[in-house]
């Protein structure tokens, strides 16, 4: 059904559950460096995901959170070390990973509910596909713009729909670049809080890159924050400077005195003392 | 055919066409070639309210009543100047005879099917090169260079070549319609938004499946004003082949009533190719607007 599945083994992992119904995958970065010319974006990364973990990314711009994220989609090939998904490597496209970018990046010519039938695992039957992306839309607060085009909805409205496209997928990863930011900010409380009801509901592995502490405190199991060590030279690549345990059960307390005393650590780590 | 209606503003606009312009020189064409720029609110993005389309008729009336003037003072012979009536009564005088529709009928033909081959290559050459760098490397200045060759610098070569007849009549308006939609065509697809082409890559969408859901349809707004430049050019084009070599069509019609002295076919001739340009326009500028409400 999926010429997209980029090795055998790749199903490997997969082979337990049945095809597309979305078991978390675990992703494992090994050695990951990025070059681009001369310049060194990321080296040596080193990260395990177990399936069904929720991890953060954090770090100051232009650290390579976003091409480490495009490294696990299969959208870049990293310049040494590995992406594996359940052991295997990633080379390609993975149909089990799905992402929602920073813009929404929907197709101004299809509705919002045509955008996210393209999330849609490939070989889906049409009447569930057509089922799904209804509920995913409702899901989303969109049930009743489901034949507008993206251009005649609000940004954050389109970045909803971005976000049921991926959902649309049943991913085992989930993929995150900022998905948020966009949103003013009351909507990305509300965004947030959908996610982790979505997440709730079925178990998925989730990388998401923010520049929100509250919002990596608020969702992730594991911050991980990248950048480059404190006098280094500046041609050094960024790598995994702190890994922080979130262990807190949800729902969060946002005011939470433990996320609090988190929060100033990782401030301090970001270059902004004592918040 | 009534020369009460003279849409010389439309020829006009057209004949920038000339000079090769085939660039997609309106801003809704170029943006249409970039990926959705979203307005902070909703709403149509950049539409300003039009005026009627009536006011275009004002300058053509204006200038048929300085015309009928001009021509009522006999301050210039009719050989020079001819009276608005006389254009409407060789009008008539051919209509009855049949000829003029014979040429207006050959004269469209020579367009539409001319237009026709050359758009469908310039849009098959326009997409490898927009997709291919090899494809753009090797075939972009060449092509660039014979866009440079001015419409009638190709007449002697295509008589030479393929002699009289329908063939090189076509030949040139193909050669015509070709350049703007290639390079409509070429520059589109090679500014397709990025971020949705990864979008598209993202959700396993690869080779024909990304050119045809995501590449294609990004390029369509862009493409659509790059056919509609084309139609343009076709009717230089075309006039092109038919003053040179033909024995019929609304090109023919002006050099013969050159050499007859026949000022006020020579009118008839122009104001003819000036309202089926046109028209024609008007045809393809509908289908652009459904084109654009739909695509972009």
């Known amino acids: ?275 | 055919m009534s020369a009460d209606a003279v849409p010389l503003s439309g020829r006009s606009a057209q004949a920038q066409g000339l000079g090769g312009s085939d660039e997609p020189s309106s801003p809704r064409g170029l943006r249409a070639g970039f990926g959705p720029r979203r307005p902070a609110a909703s709403g149509e993005p950049g539409t300003r309210k039009r005026l009627s389309p009536w006011w275009g008729a004002l300058l053509p009336l204006v200038l048929l009543g300085a015309w009928q003037l001009a021509t009522s003072t006999g301050n210039y012979p009719a050989s020079q100047l001819p009276s608005p009536a006389a254009v409407v009564r060789a009008a008539g005088d051919l209509w009855e005879r049949g000829l003029l529709q014979q040429h207006i009928a050959i004269s469209a033909q020579r367009v539409f099917v001319g237009f026709a081959l050359g758009a469908a290559a310039g849009l098959a050459v326009g997409s490898l090169v927009g997709l291919s760098r090899w494809a753009d490397a090797l075939l972009g200045s060449t092509i660039g260079a014979l866009r440079a060759v001015p419409s009638l610098a190709w007449v002697p070569l295509l008589l030479l070549w393929i002699g009289l007849g329908e063939p090189p009549k076509l030949t040139l308006v193909a050669i015509g319609a070709f350049f703007p939609v290639f390079t409509t065509t070429a520059s589109a697809l090679r500014h397709v938004d990025a971020g949705l082409v990864e979008a598209g890559r993202a959700y396993g969408l690869r080779g024909i499946a990304l050119l045809t859901q995501v590449q294609l349809p990004a390029a369509v707004p862009a493409v659509i004003a790059g056919l509609r430049l084309a139609l343009a050019q076709s009717w230089l084009f075309l006039v092109a082949a038919e003053l040179l070599a033909s024995s019929i069509g609304l090109g023919y019609l002006l050099t013969e009533s050159v050499n007859n002295g026949r000022t006020d076919r020579i009118f008839l001739a122009i104001i003819t190719l000036a309202v089926l340009g046109k028209l024609s326009d008007a045809v393809v500028g509908l289908f652009e607007r459904w084109a654009l409400r739909r695509w972009a």
Do not use: I, Y
Request: hydrophobic residues 45%; glycine residues 10%.
């Open chain 1, 1 to 275: 059904m999926s010429s997209a599945v980029s090795a055998p083994a790749s199903r490997a992992g997969s082979a337990a559950a049945p095809r597309g119904a979305g078991s978390p995958v675990a992703v494992q970065l090994q050695g990951v460096g990025r070059t681009f010319g001369d310049h060194v974006v990321l080296a040596d990364v080193d990260l395990d995901v177990a399936a069904g973990e929720v991890v953060a990314l954090l770090g100051p711009s232009g650290c390579g959170k976003s091409t480490l994220l495009r490294a696990v989609a299969g959208l870049d090939a990293p310049s040494t070390g590995s992406v594996l998904l359940d052991g295997a490597p990633v080379r390609d496209h993975d149909p089990r990973c799905a992402v929602a970018f920073q813009e929404p990046r929907l197709l101004p010519w299809r509705t919002l509910a045509g955008n996210t039938a393209l999330g849609l695992p490939p070989g889906t039957p049409k009447a569930e596909g057509r089922e799904r992306v209804a509920a995913l839309l409702d899901v989303v607060g969109l049930a009743r713009f489901a034949d507008h085009r993206p251009r005649s909805v609000s940004g954050g409205m389109a970045q909803r729909a971005a976000l049921a496209r991926a959902l649309a997928r049943r991913p085992g990863v989930l993929v995150l670049d900022e998905p948020f930011a966009a949103l003013d900010a009351l909507t990305r409380l509300t965004m947030q809080d959908l996610l982790l009801d979505v997440l709730a509901a079925t178990p998925t592995t989730v990388l998401l890159v923010t520049h929100d502490v509250d919002e990596a405190l608020h969702l992730a199991d594991r911050v991980v924050v990248l950048g480059r060590p404190t006098g280094a030279p500046p041609e050094q690549g960024a790598g995994v400077l702190r890994t922080t345990e979130v262990e807190l059960a949800h729902p969060r307390d946002r005011g939470d005195a433990h996320l609090a005393s988190l929060r100033a650590e990782l401030l301090e780590l970001l270059g902004v003392p004592r918040a």
